[in-house]
């Protein structure tokens, strides 16, 4: 009888034992995997404050944008509007004989000095053309002018450099030029006379 309830002990012993070990297992699992699940928790949490704190610099960043701007906004469009009637002026949307006959009685007016002459005596406008291609019209011009060498050179110099935003002359191009040069006087300077043939170019629109 004592060797069967020792036997029944041992048996109860043995499972203990093993019931004991697979808890410790489990144990040992729900522990890893708690581990495991922590460590990723973190690295997401730990990533998500890095994209919010990045969210924040760049929420900062294009708030400063906006500031920047509206604050620059009104020069912008200033100088908009300043590039857009310069534009109109070096290449305009019609023939505008007027502004063009203006500028140049200007040139005429700050170049001409008695000692220095710079003179339009003949101003010629032809009939509108427009180039083969179509982009635009021109307008051709003549014009008789007595100078100076140093004027004639200024002038030369004028029509080379028209079209130029900064300059704001309005686009021209010499399209020929007949010289005629006289003798200089003993009580003044050198005189070229000269007749020049002119395209001054506008938008065809």
């Known amino acids: 009888m004592s060797s069967k309830y020792q036997l029944i002990l041992d048996k109860q012993k043995k499972a203990t034992m093993a019931y004991g070990s697979m808890c410790l297992v489990f144990l040992l699992l729900i522990g890893a995997y708690s581990f495991f699940q922590w460590t990723k928790y973190q690295t997401y949490n730990d990533a998500l404050a890095l994209n919010l704190e990045r969210a924040s610099d760049l929420s ?13 906004k009104p020069a912008f469009e200033e100088m908009q509007v300043d590039l857009e009637d310069t534009l109109k002026g070096v290449f305009p949307i019609e023939e505008n004989y007027t502004e063009l006959t203006r500028d140049l009685d200007k040139f005429e007016a700050r170049t001409h000095r008695p000692n220095n002459p710079f003179v339009i005596s003949n101003l010629d406008y032809q009939d509108v053309k427009i180039s083969e291609n179509g982009y635009y019209k021109y307008l051709p011009l003549r014009m008789t002018i007595t100078a100076s060498p140093e004027n004639f050179t200024k002038f030369l110099h004028y029509i ?20 005629n040069f006289n003798e200089a006087k003993t009580d003044g ?14 938008q065809n629109i």
């Open 189 to 202: 300077p050198e005189i070229i006379n000269f007749s020049v043939k002119i395209n001054a170019y506008f």
């Open 160 to 179: 080379e450099t028209s079209g130029s935003l900064t300059g704001k002359v309005r686009l021209m191009d010499m399209q020929s030029i007949r010289l």
């Open 60 to 72: 900062e960043t294009v708030s400063e944008i906006q500031a920047k701007y509206l604050e620059e």
